[in-house]
Nanobody
Framework: QAQLVQSGGGSVQPGGSLRLSCLAS????????MGWFRQAPGKEREVVAT???????VYADSVKGRFTISKDNAKITLFLEMLSLKPEDTAMYYCAARNSRYCASSGPDEYIYWGQGTQVTVSS
């Protein structure tokens, strides 16, 4: 049984917006650090944003002011709201959870639960 199930994504023009969703199992959602990552062709997977119950939300510099990570406790769902999208945001996006209550400055290798990925394409 998948622990993280993603939805959303698609193709938009530059300046457009999209929202990604990640339905989590209750145990993961309530206890673990969660985050969004992305991987463009030929590039390494990189952190987009992370969130836990204790530390400030962390955003990659490239998305600050445009993307918002949030959690809906009633829906046990993690969201990524993406505004003012740019062509360089084109990538496969993944939600993930780390086996820790704290995100700290963790990288992709420290996350053990992963969603199936969803493509985001920004092009005119």
């Amino acid at each position: 049984q998948a622990q993280l199930v993603q939805s959303g994504g698609g193709s938009v023009q530059p300046g457009g917006s999209l929202r990604l969703s990640c339905l989590a199992s209750e145990g993961i959602f309530n206890s673990y650090c969660m985050g969004w990552f992305r991987q463009a062709p030929g590039k390494e997977r990189e952190v987009v944003a992370t969130i836990d119950r204790f530390d400030p939300i962390v955003y990659a510099d490239s998305v600050k002011g445009r993307f918002t990570i949030s959690k809906d406790n009633a829906k046990i769902t993690l969201f990524l709201e993406m505004l003012s999208l740019k062509p360089e945001d084109t990538a496969m996006y993944y939600c993930a959870a780390r086996n820790s209550r704290y995100c700290a400055s963790s990288g992709p290798d420290e996350y053990i639960y992963w969603g199936q990925g969803t493509q985001v394409t920004v092009s005119s």
